[in-house]
């Protein structure tokens, strides 16, 4: 895939929105993670959590790792 982003450095606001656009895929990698990961230690309730936020912001793993 190729795209093009036209970001205009002298302004914070593009700035911070570059940054949530590079780190995006780390981000989803963390709460798939969080939500499907086997590490036994993480609460179940902090799972369950963390899915329903998901859910409530039109999150799906299924659409992002498949």
């Keep these: 895939m190729i795209?093009?982003?036209?970001i205009d450095w002298d302004s914070e606001y593009e700035k911070q929105v570059a940054r949530r656009l590079l780190k995006?895929?780390?981000m989803a990698h963390v709460l798939n993670e969080l939500v499907n990961g086997s590490d036994e230690k993480l609460p179940m309730i902090v799972r369950d959590t963390v899915r329903r936020y998901c859910n409530d912001n039109n999150i799906a793993f299924e659409e992002i790792y498949t």
């Design 24 to 26: 995006a895929d780390d």
């Design 3 to 6: 795209a093009t982003l036209t």
